[in-house]
């Protein structure tokens, strides 16, 4: 019983996956381990070992591929400013095959690929520890109103990318901003420019579908 690292010569097997063998008669060695099944999945594979005979019992071996891409298992939602999404974000680590890897801890990072205007694309907005390969965003929030894009990255791995969710105000926390100040004026005469007064939520962003009357 042991590990062992698969190196080359073994047709549909990717460099660098790590093979456990169970069998006391089996002594594998670079090169000495030949597969009487291959499948592209992780989990359990036929094999003999070359310093047996070529009729000796077949023992069984597990093999897991090493991380190659992300996906996105879990999508974000949309959800009001400040607050967390409605539903967490997962993301798998996956291997070549699309197999979570389960010995993965990794930390993976999610990025805003896109978002509204003022917001820059690439800023960090949480990074977790993957747990058995699976990276879980479950207190994420934005603030700042409109549609977003979200990017998963870990190291070299290939990144994924989210489908597209909406930040809405809080309307909760509404206030007024004055926008455009008064300026000294004539008696009797309108003052140029209008004063220009905001209803906003507590990031600053503007109720669009506010129709209030505001008294000055």
Same mark, same amino acid.
């Given at each position: 019983k042991?590990?062992?690292?698969?190196?080359?010569? /073994?047709?549909?097997?990717?460099?660098?996956?790590? !093979?456990?063998? &169970?069998?006391?008669?089996?002594?594998?060695?670079?090169?000495?381990? +030949? /597969?009487?099944?291959?499948?592209?999945t992780?989990?359990?594979?036929?094999?003999? $070992?070359? +310093?047996?005979?070529?009729?000796?019992?077949?023992?069984?071996? &597990?093999?897991?591929?090493?991380?190659?891409?992300? !996906?996105?298992?879990? #999508?974000?939602?949309?959800?009001?400013?400040?607050?967390? %999404?409605?539903?967490?974000?997962?993301?798998?680590?996956?291997?070549?095959?699309?197999?979570?890897? *389960?010995?993965?801890?990794?930390?993976?990072?999610? *990025?805003?690929?896109?978002?509204?205007?003022?917001?820059?694309?690439?800023?960090?907005?949480?990074?977790?520890?993957?747990?058995?390969?699976?990276?879980?965003f479950?207190?994420?929030? %934005?603030?700042?109103?409109?549609? +977003?894009? /979200?990017?998963?990255?870990?190291?070299?791995?290939?990144?994924?990318? *989210?489908?597209s969710?909406? !930040?809405?105000p $809080?309307l909760?926390?509404? #206030?007024?901003?004055?926008?455009?100040?008064? =300026? &000294?004026?004539?008696?009797?005469?309108?003052?140029?420019?209008?004063?220009t007064?905001?209803?906003?939520?507590?990031?600053?962003?503007?109720? =669009?579908? $506010?129709?209030?009357?505001?008294?000055?």
């Amino acid at each position: 019983k042991g590990t062992c690292t698969y190196t080359s010569g /073994l047709s549909g097997v990717p460099q660098g996956a790590t !093979i456990a063998y &169970n069998d006391s008669q089996l002594q594998p060695g670079a090169g000495k381990i +030949y /597969l009487a099944f291959v499948s592209p999945t992780a989990g359990i594979f036929y094999f003999t $070992d070359g +310093y047996e005979s070529s009729n000796s019992t077949y023992g069984t071996f &597990n093999i897991s591929f090493p991380p190659n891409h992300l !996906i996105l298992a879990q #999508q974000p939602s949309s959800a009001v400013a400040g607050q967390a %999404l409605s539903s967490a974000l997962v993301v798998h680590v996956e291997d070549v095959y699309g197999n979570v890897v *389960s010995n993965d801890n990794s930390n993976v990072s999610l *990025s805003i690929a896109t978002g509204p205007a003022g917001v820059t694309a690439g800023t960090v907005v949480g990074t977790v520890a993957a747990v058995d390969g699976v990276a879980t965003f479950s207190d994420l929030s %934005l603030t700042k109103t409109g549609s +977003y894009t /979200l990017k998963a990255t870990d190291g070299a791995l290939t990144s994924a990318m *989210s489908t597209s969710l909406t !930040i809405t105000p $809080d309307l909760a926390s509404t #206030q007024l901003v004055l926008t455009q100040q008064p =300026t &000294n004026t004539v008696v009797g005469s309108v003052i140029t420019p209008a004063v220009t007064v905001k209803v906003e939520d507590q990031f600053n962003n503007v109720l =669009t579908t $506010d129709h209030s009357t505001v008294t000055a």
